[in-house]
């Protein structure tokens, strides 16, 4: 019964619904911009302290033997890993002001330092090799795959011999000019010719880097990593003799930097929920008082409060079913065409966030907006009586009653009376 009270109301306020899905759709495509600007400027900054710290994991540990490493990773704080065995620096002549690490990475620490191949793989043969567009273009060559790249390179630093190295490019990646050190990434296979029988701890010792083994770790959680990587440490016994860093991104300062960004976004959201509070509001305001006889009616048919307070509610969610899919497609297009002219600064070109979240939170965020707009109107269509219905109608129905005047020429009963009045107040004879 009263979902078909639900039906007849609503498509009896025609005019109504296309004001009032039209408020609901605005009010949604706002918040949705709202949140894909916010969403993207939290990761476009993200990203930005990310590229310039050079690697996006939580924690590094270099200088580290084969046995500190399986020591660390199995720790029950670590959640994943990347390895790394240093070989040195590339030291050819067309590099200079730019350092280029040779080094053997698995697929995790080159993801987690962007310097993943994007065309190409990461080598697999002992002649293979990997570069950035950067790399490439300092010792100007093309971006292409199977040329032939020459390295000169130092296993002692404290030596002026280099050892020249040749090697054909098997994969490639677009540079990161933020981070401070290109990688050049060589097969394990290339890594066990040239470190056969070095004693990493030696090396390590002696401050060479030669052959050393270095680590990228998640732990899993990001909470006070310095005492996290200590505690690791001691656990491994390795405090004072391996080193470690924390990652900046993650740092205090650069998260309140972040929360300074979004901080305008977060205000414009709450002038949203007004705005589209007061408007939603006065639409249910006027549907309700132009209903006002309609519910005094079902008052009188026995209609609860309740059941009336069913009825606005559910023609305000019908309207949400519109209103709300509408805002959220235009308001994703909208934010996505304002990310690029409103993320600047960031180093790289700003990308859309693509996140389920975003079409969840301002979907609720919509849909609370018109249920607190309608707490208001239900209440008053809810307590209305029969008698008050009735009452509003007369005075609206008096009001606009046209009330008759008499002619202003004489009339039949103004003559009875004036000739009544002539013939009391003639002399008798």
């Known amino acids: 019964m009263i979902r078909t009270l639900i039906n007849r109301s609503f498509f009896s306020n025609k005019l109504r619904n296309l004001i009032a899905i039209f408020a609901i759709a605005l009010t949604t495509m706002m918040f949705t911009s709202l949140f894909v600007l916010s969403q993207s400027m939290v990761k476009n900054l993200q990203d930005m302290n990310f590229q310039t710290a050079g690697y996006d994991s939580h924690l590094t540990f270099s200088s580290l033997t084969d046995e500190d490493m399986d020591a660390i990773v199995s720790q029950d704080a670590v959640r994943d890993w990347g390895r790394s065995i240093v070989i040195g620096v590339a030291e050819n002549e067309e590099l200079t002001g730019r350092q280029v690490e040779i080094r053997y990475g698995d697929e995790n620490f080159a993801r987690s330092c962007f310097s993943l191949p994007t065309t ?14 950067i790399t490439l273009d300092k010792m100007g060559l093309p971006h292409e795959l199977g040329q032939e790249i020459t390295l000169q390179w130092r296993k002692d630093l404290n030596s002026e011999v280099y050892t020249t190295s040749h090697f054909t490019l098997c994969g490639y990646w677009n540079g990161n000019s933020a981070a401070m050190a290109s990688m050049a990434w060589v097969s394990d296979a290339f890594v066990q010719a040239e470190c056969a029988g070095i004693d990493q701890a030696a090396q390590r010792d002696n401050g060479q880097i030669f052959g050393t083994g270095m680590l990228h770790v998640n732990l899993r959680s990001d909470r006070d990593l310095a005492g996290s990587a200590e505690h690791i440490l001691a656990d491994t016994r390795l405090s004072g003799i391996a080193s470690y860093g924390t990652n900046m991104a993650y740092d205090s300062s650069s998260n309140q930097n972040i929360i300074r960004e979004v901080l305008p976004m977060a205000i414009c959201m709450v002038l949203v929920f007004l705005s589209g509070y007061l408007i939603i509001y006065n639409i249910f305001q006027i549907s309700v008082a132009g209903d006002i006889r309609f519910y005094g009616r079902l008052k009188t048919l026995g209609t609860s409060r309740r059941q009336i307070k069913k009825i606005v509610y559910g023609q305000a969610r019908r309207l949400c079913l519109i209103g709300i899919p509408i805002g959220l497609l235009t308001g994703y297009l909208a934010g996505v065409v ?29 849909f609370l907006t018109v249920l607190i707009s309608c707490l208001k109107p239900a209440r008053i269509a809810g307590k209305v009586s029969p008698v008050e219905a009735l009452r509003f109608t007369d005075t609206g129905t008096q009001s606009r009653r046209k009330i008759k005047k008499a002619p202003a020429g004489p009339t039949f009963r103004k003559w009875r009376f004036q000739t009544w009045a002539g013939t009391r107040s003639a002399p008798l004879p």
């Open 120 to 133: 190409g793989t990461l080598p697999q043969a002992e002649d293979e090799i990997a570069l950035d567009t």
């Open 338 to 366: 304002l990310v690029p002219f409103l993320i600047t600064g960031t180093g790289t070109d700003a990308k859309a966030s693509v996140n389920p979240l975003i079409f969840i939170g301002s979907a609720l965020f919509a």
